[in-house]
Protein backbone atom coordinates (compact mmCIF):
# COMPACT_ATOMS: atom_id res chain seq x y z
CA UNK A 1 0.00 0.00 0.00
CA UNK A 2 2.60 2.16 1.15
CA UNK A 3 4.94 1.07 -2.10
CA UNK A 4 1.58 1.87 -3.82
CA UNK A 5 1.42 5.36 -2.66
CA UNK A 6 4.88 6.18 -3.34
CA UNK A 7 4.74 4.79 -6.63
CA UNK A 8 1.66 6.95 -7.37
CA UNK A 9 2.80 9.90 -6.27
CA UNK A 10 6.14 9.29 -8.19
CA UNK A 11 4.09 9.08 -11.47
CA UNK A 12 2.13 11.91 -10.46
CA UNK A 13 5.79 13.43 -9.46
CA UNK A 14 6.75 12.51 -13.36
CA UNK A 15 3.77 13.75 -15.35
CA UNK A 16 4.04 17.27 -13.33
CA UNK A 17 7.67 17.20 -14.18
CA UNK A 18 6.66 16.20 -17.78
CA UNK A 19 4.34 18.75 -18.37
CA UNK A 20 6.63 21.52 -16.66
CA UNK A 21 9.51 20.62 -19.34
CA UNK A 22 6.82 21.00 -22.56
CA UNK A 23 5.95 23.90 -20.67
CA UNK A 24 9.43 25.34 -20.59
CA UNK A 25 10.13 23.56 -24.55
CA UNK A 26 7.18 25.48 -26.08
CA UNK A 27 8.20 28.60 -23.80
CA UNK A 28 12.03 28.37 -25.25
CA UNK A 29 10.12 27.89 -28.64
CA UNK A 30 7.99 30.98 -28.38
CA UNK A 31 11.03 33.44 -27.11
CA UNK A 32 13.24 31.63 -30.14
CA UNK A 33 10.55 33.07 -32.71
CA UNK A 34 11.19 36.31 -31.17
CA UNK A 35 14.60 36.73 -30.63
CA UNK A 36 15.91 35.52 -34.39
CA UNK A 37 14.53 36.57 -37.74
CA UNK A 38 11.87 33.70 -38.60
CA UNK A 39 10.55 33.01 -42.10
CA UNK A 40 13.40 35.33 -44.48
CA UNK A 41 12.44 34.36 -47.68
CA UNK A 42 15.48 36.73 -49.93
CA UNK A 43 17.40 34.66 -52.40
CA UNK A 44 20.37 35.87 -51.02
CA UNK A 45 22.28 35.36 -54.42
CA UNK A 46 25.67 36.11 -54.65
CA UNK A 47 25.64 39.01 -57.00
CA UNK A 48 22.61 40.39 -55.99
CA UNK A 49 22.61 44.38 -54.24
CA UNK A 50 21.11 43.01 -50.68
CA UNK A 51 20.25 46.32 -48.71
CA UNK A 52 17.94 47.07 -46.11
CA UNK A 53 16.05 50.33 -44.96
CA UNK A 54 15.63 51.98 -41.99
CA UNK A 55 13.93 55.39 -40.85
CA UNK A 56 12.95 57.04 -37.67
CA UNK A 57 14.73 55.46 -35.22
CA UNK A 58 18.04 57.48 -33.17
CA UNK A 59 15.97 58.17 -29.99
CA UNK A 60 18.05 56.18 -27.82
CA UNK A 61 15.25 53.66 -26.44
CA UNK A 62 15.19 49.97 -25.84
CA UNK A 63 12.27 49.81 -28.73
CA UNK A 64 15.34 51.70 -31.27
CA UNK A 65 18.25 49.30 -29.18
CA UNK A 66 15.71 46.06 -30.07
CA UNK A 67 14.81 46.82 -33.52
CA UNK A 68 18.46 47.52 -34.58
CA UNK A 69 18.94 44.16 -32.11
CA UNK A 70 16.95 42.17 -35.38
CA UNK A 71 18.90 44.21 -38.12
CA UNK A 72 21.63 42.85 -36.82
CA UNK A 73 20.58 39.83 -36.46
CA UNK A 74 19.22 39.35 -39.99
CA UNK A 75 22.72 40.85 -41.08
CA UNK A 76 23.72 37.15 -40.43
CA UNK A 77 21.65 35.42 -42.37
CA UNK A 78 21.22 38.33 -45.10
CA UNK A 79 24.58 40.11 -45.72
CA UNK A 80 23.36 43.73 -46.83
CA UNK A 81 25.85 46.00 -47.76
CA UNK A 82 24.38 49.11 -47.65
CA UNK A 83 21.17 50.82 -45.41
CA UNK A 84 19.50 54.14 -47.06
CA UNK A 85 18.17 56.04 -43.59
CA UNK A 86 14.63 57.76 -44.21
CA UNK A 87 15.52 60.47 -41.69
CA UNK A 88 15.09 61.35 -38.39
CA UNK A 89 18.17 59.43 -37.84
CA UNK A 90 19.01 61.56 -34.28
CA UNK A 91 15.96 62.73 -31.57
CA UNK A 92 16.15 65.30 -28.98
CA UNK A 93 19.70 66.87 -28.45
CA UNK A 94 22.27 66.41 -30.93
CA UNK A 95 25.54 66.46 -28.96
CA UNK A 96 28.48 63.73 -29.79
CA UNK A 97 27.73 61.77 -26.85
CA UNK A 98 24.49 61.32 -28.77
CA UNK A 99 25.83 59.93 -31.73
CA UNK A 100 27.68 57.51 -29.71
CA UNK A 101 24.44 56.06 -27.83
CA UNK A 102 21.65 56.54 -30.61
CA UNK A 103 23.54 55.37 -33.63
CA UNK A 104 27.10 54.42 -33.72
CA UNK A 105 26.91 51.89 -30.15
CA UNK A 106 23.49 49.69 -31.48
CA UNK A 107 24.94 49.84 -34.89
CA UNK A 108 27.83 48.26 -33.76
CA UNK A 109 27.95 44.94 -35.39
CA UNK A 110 27.09 46.49 -38.35
CA UNK A 111 29.30 49.70 -38.61
CA UNK A 112 32.26 46.76 -37.74
CA UNK A 113 31.15 44.54 -40.67
CA UNK A 114 31.45 47.01 -43.30
CA UNK A 115 28.17 48.13 -44.17
CA UNK A 116 27.31 51.55 -45.33
CA UNK A 117 24.34 53.94 -44.28
CA UNK A 118 23.68 56.58 -46.23
CA UNK A 119 21.53 58.94 -44.38
CA UNK A 120 18.48 61.44 -46.11
CA UNK A 121 17.58 63.96 -43.55
CA UNK A 122 14.43 64.33 -41.98
CA UNK A 123 12.93 67.44 -39.83
CA UNK A 124 14.62 66.25 -36.40
CA UNK A 125 17.46 65.99 -38.00
CA UNK A 126 20.34 68.93 -37.87
CA UNK A 127 21.79 70.09 -40.95
CA UNK A 128 25.09 69.10 -39.63
CA UNK A 129 24.64 65.74 -39.85
CA UNK A 130 25.63 65.66 -43.72
CA UNK A 131 29.26 66.42 -42.35
CA UNK A 132 28.76 62.95 -39.77
CA UNK A 133 31.04 60.45 -41.96
CA UNK A 134 29.17 57.48 -40.79
CA UNK A 135 25.50 58.82 -42.78
CA UNK A 136 28.38 59.01 -46.33
CA UNK A 137 26.47 62.12 -47.13
CA UNK A 138 29.86 64.10 -48.09
CA UNK A 139 28.41 67.30 -46.85
CA UNK A 140 25.56 67.58 -49.09
CA UNK A 141 22.23 67.75 -48.08
CA UNK A 142 21.01 65.87 -50.80
CA UNK A 143 23.02 63.74 -53.11
CA UNK A 144 23.13 60.16 -55.20
CA UNK A 145 25.09 57.62 -55.30
CA UNK A 146 25.32 54.07 -56.94
CA UNK A 147 24.94 50.90 -55.48
CA UNK A 148 28.25 48.84 -54.74
CA UNK A 149 26.39 45.76 -57.04
CA UNK A 150 23.84 45.73 -60.39
CA UNK A 151 22.72 48.64 -62.17
CA UNK A 152 21.13 50.53 -59.46
CA UNK A 153 21.31 54.29 -58.18
CA UNK A 154 19.87 55.69 -54.77
CA UNK A 155 18.78 59.47 -54.58
CA UNK A 156 18.71 60.66 -51.08
CA UNK A 157 16.62 63.57 -50.79
CA UNK A 158 16.04 66.59 -47.99
CA UNK A 159 12.46 66.93 -48.31
CA UNK A 160 11.97 69.47 -45.50
CA UNK A 161 13.82 71.79 -47.84
CA UNK A 162 12.55 71.53 -51.14
CA UNK A 163 13.69 74.94 -52.81
CA UNK A 164 13.71 75.23 -56.86
CA UNK A 165 17.64 74.21 -56.56
CA UNK A 166 16.47 70.66 -55.44
CA UNK A 167 14.18 70.15 -57.84
CA UNK A 168 15.98 71.49 -60.73
CA UNK A 169 18.76 68.86 -59.02
CA UNK A 170 16.97 65.80 -58.83
CA UNK A 171 15.57 66.57 -62.15
CA UNK A 172 18.96 66.89 -63.77
CA UNK A 173 20.58 63.72 -61.75
CA UNK A 174 17.27 61.67 -63.04
CA UNK A 175 17.97 62.52 -66.42
CA UNK A 176 21.29 61.81 -67.04
CA UNK A 177 21.45 58.46 -64.74
CA UNK A 178 20.96 55.40 -67.34
CA UNK A 179 20.56 53.02 -64.55
CA UNK A 180 18.19 49.98 -64.89
CA UNK A 181 16.98 51.18 -61.25
CA UNK A 182 16.33 54.34 -60.04
CA UNK A 183 15.25 54.82 -56.13
CA UNK A 184 14.59 57.95 -54.62
CA UNK A 185 14.48 57.61 -50.57
CA UNK A 186 13.98 60.90 -48.19
CA UNK A 187 11.62 61.34 -45.30
CA UNK A 188 8.49 63.22 -45.72
CA UNK A 189 6.15 60.78 -47.64
CA UNK A 190 4.60 61.38 -51.38
CA UNK A 191 1.87 58.41 -50.42
CA UNK A 192 1.78 57.47 -46.63
CA UNK A 193 -2.05 56.18 -44.99
CA UNK A 194 -0.30 57.44 -41.52
CA UNK A 195 -3.02 59.00 -39.58
CA UNK A 196 -0.34 61.54 -38.13
CA UNK A 197 1.10 62.85 -41.05
CA UNK A 198 -0.14 61.28 -44.13
CA UNK A 199 0.63 61.86 -47.92
CA UNK A 200 2.33 65.26 -48.41
CA UNK A 201 0.61 66.65 -51.84
CA UNK A 202 2.50 69.62 -52.22
CA UNK A 203 5.75 67.74 -52.66
CA UNK A 204 4.03 64.70 -54.21
CA UNK A 205 3.09 67.75 -56.80
CA UNK A 206 6.87 68.72 -58.12
CA UNK A 207 8.27 65.14 -57.63
CA UNK A 208 5.94 62.67 -58.65
CA UNK A 209 6.10 64.04 -62.04
CA UNK A 210 9.79 63.83 -62.59
CA UNK A 211 9.62 60.33 -61.01
CA UNK A 212 7.42 58.86 -63.58
CA UNK A 213 9.32 60.84 -66.29
CA UNK A 214 12.60 59.52 -65.55
CA UNK A 215 11.47 55.72 -64.96
CA UNK A 216 11.94 55.94 -60.66
CA UNK A 217 10.77 52.47 -60.34
CA UNK A 218 10.95 52.28 -55.87
CA UNK A 219 10.93 55.41 -53.53
CA UNK A 220 11.31 54.77 -49.74
CA UNK A 221 9.94 57.57 -47.06
CA UNK A 222 9.38 58.04 -43.59
CA UNK A 223 7.66 60.56 -41.25
CA UNK A 224 4.80 57.90 -40.11
CA UNK A 225 6.26 56.02 -37.41
CA UNK A 226 5.25 52.92 -39.24
CA UNK A 227 5.46 49.97 -42.02
CA UNK A 228 3.32 50.45 -45.67
CA UNK A 229 4.12 49.15 -48.74
CA UNK A 230 1.60 51.75 -51.01
CA UNK A 231 -0.26 50.04 -54.15
CA UNK A 232 1.84 51.11 -57.49
CA UNK A 233 1.36 54.33 -58.18
CA UNK A 234 2.01 55.10 -61.54
CA UNK A 235 3.70 51.92 -61.80
CA UNK A 236 6.01 52.88 -59.11
CA UNK A 237 6.63 51.11 -55.74
CA UNK A 238 6.17 53.42 -52.97
CA UNK A 239 7.30 52.47 -49.41
CA UNK A 240 7.00 53.72 -45.36
CA UNK A 241 9.40 52.92 -43.90
CA UNK A 242 9.40 55.22 -40.55
CA UNK A 243 9.75 52.85 -37.57
CA UNK A 244 13.03 51.73 -36.94
CA UNK A 245 12.32 53.27 -33.41
CA UNK A 246 9.80 55.14 -33.17
CA UNK A 247 6.47 53.85 -33.53
CA UNK A 248 2.63 54.97 -33.27
CA UNK A 249 0.29 51.73 -32.66
CA UNK A 250 -2.64 51.92 -34.53
CA UNK A 251 -1.71 54.59 -36.66
CA UNK A 252 -2.65 53.43 -39.82
CA UNK A 253 -5.72 54.11 -41.52
CA UNK A 254 -7.09 51.00 -42.18
CA UNK A 255 -9.94 52.41 -44.68
CA UNK A 256 -7.28 53.67 -46.76
CA UNK A 257 -7.30 52.76 -50.77
CA UNK A 258 -3.89 53.09 -50.79
CA UNK A 259 -2.38 50.80 -48.76
CA UNK A 260 -0.94 47.48 -50.09
CA UNK A 261 -0.11 46.15 -47.01
CA UNK A 262 0.23 47.93 -43.71
CA UNK A 263 2.21 47.03 -40.17
CA UNK A 264 1.51 49.13 -37.14
CA UNK A 265 1.69 46.91 -34.35
CA UNK A 266 5.42 47.13 -33.78
CA UNK A 267 8.48 48.17 -35.04
CA UNK A 268 9.89 47.51 -38.52
CA UNK A 269 12.38 47.50 -41.39
CA UNK A 270 12.57 46.54 -44.75
CA UNK A 271 15.21 43.81 -46.68
CA UNK A 272 15.69 44.19 -50.00
CA UNK A 273 17.19 42.76 -52.77
CA UNK A 274 17.62 43.47 -56.71
CA UNK A 275 18.66 41.13 -59.09
CA UNK A 276 18.56 42.26 -62.59
CA UNK A 277 15.01 43.56 -63.37
CA UNK A 278 13.25 41.70 -59.88
CA UNK A 279 13.73 43.42 -56.47
CA UNK A 280 12.56 40.99 -53.73
CA UNK A 281 11.56 42.34 -50.54
CA UNK A 282 10.45 40.52 -46.75
CA UNK A 283 9.57 43.64 -44.07
CA UNK A 284 10.65 42.09 -40.20
CA UNK A 285 9.50 43.59 -37.29
CA UNK A 286 11.03 44.01 -34.02
CA UNK A 287 10.09 41.20 -32.43
CA UNK A 288 11.80 39.18 -35.81
CA UNK A 289 8.80 38.18 -37.51
CA UNK A 290 8.42 38.91 -41.30
CA UNK A 291 5.02 40.85 -41.46
CA UNK A 292 5.41 41.33 -45.54
CA UNK A 293 7.48 40.10 -48.29
CA UNK A 294 7.26 39.86 -52.39
CA UNK A 295 8.99 40.51 -55.45
CA UNK A 296 8.46 43.11 -57.57
CA UNK A 297 9.40 44.20 -61.29
CA UNK A 298 11.73 47.41 -62.03
CA UNK A 299 9.60 49.50 -64.48
CA UNK A 300 11.28 49.13 -67.97
CA UNK A 301 12.64 52.10 -69.73
CA UNK A 302 10.65 54.08 -72.31
CA UNK B 1 30.77 79.41 -50.55
CA UNK B 2 28.23 81.74 -52.10
CA UNK B 3 26.96 80.48 -55.18
CA UNK B 4 25.23 83.53 -56.29
CA UNK B 5 26.57 86.29 -55.08
CA UNK B 6 28.05 88.03 -58.03
CA UNK B 7 25.97 91.17 -59.90
CA UNK B 8 25.33 88.75 -62.96
CA UNK B 9 23.06 86.16 -61.24
CA UNK B 10 21.52 89.03 -58.20
CA UNK B 11 20.43 90.46 -62.07
CA UNK B 12 18.90 87.27 -62.52
CA UNK B 13 17.16 86.91 -58.99
CA UNK B 14 15.98 90.48 -59.96
CA UNK B 15 13.96 89.68 -62.88
CA UNK B 16 13.51 86.14 -61.37
CA UNK B 17 11.88 87.72 -58.02
CA UNK B 18 10.02 90.37 -60.14
CA UNK B 19 8.50 88.05 -62.50
CA UNK B 20 7.58 85.67 -59.63
CA UNK B 21 5.78 88.63 -58.15
CA UNK B 22 3.93 89.57 -60.83
CA UNK B 23 3.00 86.14 -61.08
CA UNK B 24 1.14 86.25 -57.31
CA UNK B 25 -0.14 89.72 -58.23
CA UNK B 26 -3.51 88.99 -57.28
CA UNK B 27 -4.27 92.66 -57.32
CA UNK B 28 -4.09 92.32 -60.89
CA UNK B 29 -3.05 95.92 -61.06
CA UNK B 30 -0.46 96.39 -63.68
CA UNK B 31 1.83 98.49 -61.70
CA UNK B 32 5.36 98.45 -63.00
CA UNK B 33 6.56 101.03 -60.07
CA UNK B 34 5.34 98.74 -57.65
CA UNK B 35 6.37 95.62 -58.69
CA UNK B 36 10.48 97.56 -59.30
CA UNK B 37 9.67 98.76 -55.46
CA UNK B 38 9.28 95.26 -54.81
CA UNK B 39 12.70 94.22 -56.50
CA UNK B 40 14.09 96.60 -55.05
CA UNK B 41 13.37 95.64 -51.30
CA UNK B 42 14.33 92.28 -52.03
CA UNK B 43 17.95 93.10 -53.90
CA UNK B 44 18.67 95.47 -51.18
CA UNK B 45 17.85 92.12 -48.94
CA UNK B 46 20.47 90.44 -50.67
CA UNK B 47 23.01 92.90 -50.22
CA UNK B 48 22.44 92.64 -46.41
CA UNK B 49 22.57 89.33 -47.00
CA UNK B 50 26.38 89.30 -48.92
CA UNK B 51 27.47 91.72 -45.96
CA UNK B 52 26.53 89.13 -42.95
CA UNK B 53 28.44 86.50 -45.52
CA UNK B 54 31.17 88.03 -45.55
CA UNK B 55 31.19 88.43 -41.49
CA UNK B 56 30.09 84.60 -41.46
CA UNK B 57 33.60 83.59 -43.83
CA UNK B 58 36.17 86.16 -41.88
CA UNK B 59 35.04 84.49 -38.80
CA UNK B 60 34.81 81.03 -39.98
CA UNK B 61 38.16 81.46 -41.52
CA UNK B 62 39.27 81.94 -37.87
CA UNK B 63 38.33 78.67 -37.13
CA UNK B 64 39.97 75.47 -37.41
CA UNK B 65 39.36 74.16 -40.75
CA UNK B 66 37.04 70.64 -39.97
CA UNK B 67 38.08 67.78 -41.84
CA UNK B 68 36.91 65.78 -44.33
CA UNK B 69 36.13 62.78 -41.75
CA UNK B 70 35.32 65.13 -38.73
CA UNK B 71 33.41 63.63 -35.53
CA UNK B 72 30.48 64.75 -33.99
CA UNK B 73 33.09 66.14 -31.92
CA UNK B 74 34.51 68.29 -33.74
CA UNK B 75 31.49 69.07 -35.80
CA UNK B 76 29.54 70.36 -32.15
CA UNK B 77 32.60 71.88 -31.06
CA UNK B 78 33.33 74.26 -34.64
CA UNK B 79 29.79 74.88 -34.21
CA UNK B 80 29.54 76.47 -31.09
CA UNK B 81 32.70 78.05 -31.41
CA UNK B 82 31.00 80.18 -34.59
CA UNK B 83 28.47 81.06 -33.29
CA UNK B 84 29.78 82.26 -30.40
CA UNK B 85 32.11 84.53 -32.75
CA UNK B 86 28.62 85.59 -34.70
CA UNK B 87 26.55 86.23 -31.28
CA UNK B 88 29.98 88.76 -30.28
CA UNK B 89 29.81 90.50 -33.37
CA UNK B 90 26.33 90.75 -34.41
CA UNK B 91 25.76 91.68 -30.01
CA UNK B 92 23.99 94.90 -31.17
CA UNK B 93 21.98 93.54 -33.75
CA UNK B 94 17.94 93.94 -33.73
CA UNK B 95 15.13 92.49 -35.16
CA UNK B 96 14.33 94.11 -38.57
CA UNK B 97 18.41 94.25 -38.81
CA UNK B 98 17.82 92.06 -42.05
CA UNK B 99 14.41 91.55 -42.62
CA UNK B 100 13.50 95.47 -42.71
CA UNK B 101 9.69 97.11 -41.90
CA UNK B 102 9.58 97.10 -46.08
CA UNK B 103 10.66 93.09 -46.65
CA UNK B 104 8.26 92.19 -43.58
CA UNK B 105 5.60 94.07 -45.22
CA UNK B 106 5.99 92.52 -48.14
CA UNK B 107 6.42 88.54 -46.62
CA UNK B 108 3.44 89.50 -44.67
CA UNK B 109 1.95 90.16 -48.01
CA UNK B 110 2.88 86.97 -50.03
CA UNK B 111 2.58 84.50 -46.78
CA UNK B 112 -1.59 86.25 -46.84
CA UNK B 113 -2.08 85.05 -50.13
CA UNK B 114 0.03 81.72 -49.87
CA UNK B 115 -1.53 80.26 -47.09
CA UNK B 116 -4.92 80.72 -47.86
CA UNK B 117 -7.44 78.55 -50.14
CA UNK B 118 -7.17 74.92 -50.27
CA UNK B 119 -3.44 74.98 -50.82
CA UNK B 120 -2.58 77.19 -48.31
CA UNK B 121 -4.55 75.32 -45.37
CA UNK B 122 -2.80 72.10 -47.05
CA UNK B 123 0.70 74.50 -46.62
CA UNK B 124 0.03 75.07 -43.01
CA UNK B 125 -0.35 71.76 -42.37
CA UNK B 126 2.30 70.68 -43.47
CA UNK B 127 4.31 73.50 -41.95
CA UNK B 128 2.74 72.83 -38.56
CA UNK B 129 2.50 69.01 -38.40
CA UNK B 130 4.80 68.78 -35.07
CA UNK B 131 4.08 72.17 -33.94
CA UNK B 132 6.35 73.38 -31.15
CA UNK B 133 5.03 77.25 -29.13
CA UNK B 134 8.20 78.94 -29.66
CA UNK B 135 9.09 82.87 -29.78
CA UNK B 136 12.14 83.11 -31.68
CA UNK B 137 15.41 85.52 -30.43
CA UNK B 138 18.10 87.10 -32.41
CA UNK B 139 20.91 85.64 -31.90
CA UNK B 140 19.89 82.68 -29.97
CA UNK B 141 20.45 79.11 -30.76
CA UNK B 142 17.97 77.59 -32.93
CA UNK B 143 16.40 74.80 -29.78
CA UNK B 144 17.48 71.46 -30.31
CA UNK B 145 14.57 69.55 -29.20
CA UNK B 146 12.17 71.51 -31.67
CA UNK B 147 11.51 69.63 -35.07
CA UNK B 148 12.18 71.72 -38.54
CA UNK B 149 9.24 72.33 -40.12
CA UNK B 150 8.65 71.86 -43.90
CA UNK B 151 9.27 74.83 -45.97
CA UNK B 152 6.86 74.65 -48.58
CA UNK B 153 8.22 75.07 -52.36
CA UNK B 154 6.40 77.86 -53.31
CA UNK B 155 7.64 79.89 -49.89
CA UNK B 156 10.65 79.44 -50.96
CA UNK B 157 10.20 79.57 -54.68
CA UNK B 158 8.69 83.41 -53.80
CA UNK B 159 11.84 84.25 -51.34
CA UNK B 160 14.79 85.47 -52.21
CA UNK B 161 17.46 82.54 -52.81
CA UNK B 162 19.94 81.98 -49.84
CA UNK B 163 23.61 80.94 -49.91
CA UNK B 164 24.14 77.83 -48.13
CA UNK B 165 25.38 79.04 -45.03
CA UNK B 166 22.30 80.31 -44.53
CA UNK B 167 18.05 79.21 -44.43
CA UNK B 168 14.53 80.05 -44.38
CA UNK B 169 12.31 78.18 -41.46
CA UNK B 170 9.27 78.12 -39.64
CA UNK B 171 9.37 78.34 -35.98
CA UNK B 172 5.29 78.24 -35.32
CA UNK B 173 3.65 80.87 -37.40
CA UNK B 174 7.66 82.94 -37.57
CA UNK B 175 9.54 83.05 -40.43
CA UNK B 176 13.15 83.00 -39.21
CA UNK B 177 16.99 83.62 -40.95
CA UNK B 178 19.01 80.93 -39.79
CA UNK B 179 22.87 81.15 -40.03
CA UNK B 180 22.99 76.97 -40.54
CA UNK B 181 26.55 76.66 -39.73
CA UNK B 182 26.12 78.38 -36.55
CA UNK B 183 22.86 77.04 -35.67
CA UNK B 184 22.12 80.79 -34.88
CA UNK B 185 18.57 82.90 -35.73
CA UNK B 186 20.08 85.76 -37.70
CA UNK B 187 16.72 87.74 -37.54
CA UNK B 188 12.81 86.77 -37.94
CA UNK B 189 9.01 88.29 -38.83
CA UNK B 190 6.84 87.45 -36.10
CA UNK B 191 3.79 85.71 -37.10
CA UNK B 192 5.00 85.71 -41.14
CA UNK B 193 1.91 82.58 -41.47
CA UNK B 194 -1.30 84.76 -40.61
CA UNK B 195 -3.98 83.35 -38.93
CA UNK B 196 -6.03 80.47 -40.47
CA UNK B 197 -9.31 82.43 -40.07
CA UNK B 198 -7.12 85.74 -41.53
CA UNK B 199 -5.83 83.80 -44.84
CA UNK B 200 -9.33 82.61 -45.28
CA UNK B 201 -10.67 85.97 -45.95
Known amino acids: MGWLRASAISRV??????????????????????????????????????????????????????????????????????????????????????????????FKPLLDAGVKFYGALGNHDAREQRYYKLFNMDGKLYYSYKAPKQSVRFFAL????????????????????????????????????????????????????????????????????????????????????????????????????????????????????????????????????????????????? | MIKRSTAFTGAILLIASTLALGSENVDAQPAPKRVNATAAVQAAFLKRIDAYIAL?????????????????????????????????????????????????????RFMARAFSGPRGAQARKYVHDEPHAVMPDINKRYPDTVPLATMPLRVLEWLPKLPDELEYRFVDNHLILMDVHAHVILDYVRNAIPPATAAAR
Open chain 1, 13 to 106: LGCAMLIVALGHFALAAQQGATTTVAGLSLPTRRDSLKFAVFGDFGDGTQREFDTVAQLVKAHTVFPFEIVPLTGDNLYGSERPQDFAKKFEQP
Open chain 1, 158 to 302: ETGYMDPEQVKWIEDQLKSSSDDWKVAYFHHPLYSSGKTHGSDLDLRRVLEPLFIKYNVSVVFQGHDHLYERILPQNGIYYWVIGSGGRFREADLDKASPITAKGYDADNAFLLAEIDGDMMTFNAVSRRGQVVDSGTIRRRAAK
Open chain 2, 56 to 108: HKRLEAMLPALPKDATPLQIDQNQRALADLVIQARKDAKPGDLFTPDLRRLIH
